[in-house]
């Protein structure tokens, strides 16, 4: 179950930002379109490093295309460290510790899973177009299947 939460949805201007990647370099989410941009729970859980590693096995597919692919959480720079090194990721993940960023996108929200209510990540992808416009977003379920649907997305943006 979602809390309804104000959201960033299609058609409507990418919220500009600025955060430290793994490896401790910053990123202007204003330089970086046309884009892939993931929201995830957290580093090293079974679910985020599938859909962490699926991303970074098609990543030059991706660029390929001219879209960059970025992955962000609210885990540290340490465990984006960690979790890059130890799963062989290829995307960067950003580092968006205070949850501004979350916020901004209305991915942060409250869950509910085994009957336990919490606020969280609500796992959820946006393709960002050339000119900071959101062109699709989509609130993943299941990983499985999700980065070919991307992709095609991808594709289709010509």
């Known amino acids: 179950m979602r809390k309804e939460v104000p959201m960033i949805t299609t058609g409507d201007a990418a919220p500009d930002f600025t955060l430290i990647r793994d490896g401790g370099t910053e990123v202007t989410l204003s330089a970086s379109w046309p884009l892939v941009l ?31 692919v970025m992955g962000v959480s609210r885990d540290t720079l340490a465990k984006h460290d960690r979790f890059v090194a130890k799963s062989g990721l290829t995307v960067p993940l950003l580092v968006d510790e205070d949850g501004s960023v979350c916020n901004a996108y209305g991915v ?10 919490y606020m969280g990540i609500v796992r959820t992808t946006f393709l960002i177009g050339r000119d900071g416009r959101i062109l699709h977003r989509w609130e993943v379920a299941r990983i499985k299947g999700h980065v070919d649907e991307v992709l095609a997305a991808v594709e289709a943006m010509g």
């Open 108 to 117: 942060w929200a409250e869950k509910t899973t085994f009957g336990k209510t």
């Open 38 to 68: 993931f929201f995830y729970p957290g580093d090293s859980t079974p679910t985020c490093t599938t859909e962490a590693q699926a991303f970074s096995a098609t990543v030059a597919a991706f660029h390929a295309k001219g879209v960059k």
